[in-house]
Nanobody, 126 residues
Framework: QVTLVESGGGSVQAGGSLSLSCVAD????????MAWFRQVPEKEREWVAG????????AYADPVKGRFTVSRDNARRQVYLQMSALKPEDAATYYC???????????????????WGQGTQVTVSS
């Protein structure tokens, strides 16, 4: 059974930091690029960041560049999103997702991602 389980969400004040984790199971993790998306109610899901299969290449959406860092640990089958200098507009449900090779860290289309987590909520107060 394939699972992606996010954790680490919570509430933080603007300017603060939060770290999200996502653990994968049930598929050959090293063959998948990973990404983080986010969604707020009544809006489309938005790609946030992506990372290549080996972790050497990363990509970020413009709104989070310089503030968020994506990384992965293939031995632990985990992907991480370190978020700093958080803004109220970063508040959303954050999802991790997996897309199989051939893939690129900059892959940002929802339809290309095969597996999805259930999401973890991030709240940022001003």
């Amino acid at each position: 059974q394939v699972t992606l389980v996010e954790s680490g969400g919570g509430s933080v004040q603007a300017g603060g930091s939060l770290s999200l984790s996502c653990v994968a199971d049930g598929f050959i993790y090293g063959m998948y690029c990973m990404a983080w998306f986010r969604q707020v109610p009544e809006k489309e899901r938005e790609w946030v960041a992506g990372i290549s299969t080996d972790g050497r290449t990363t990509a970020y959406a413009d709104p989070v560049k310089g503030r968020f860092t994506v990384s992965r640990d293939n031995a632990r089958r985990q992907v991480y999103l370190q978020m700093s200098a958080l803004k109220p507009e970063d508040a959303a449900t954050y999802y991790c997702a997996a897309t199989v090779i051939p893939c690129d860290a900059a892959d940002s289309s929802e339809s290309g991602f095969k597996y999805w987590g259930q999401g973890t909520q991030v709240t940022v107060s001003s």
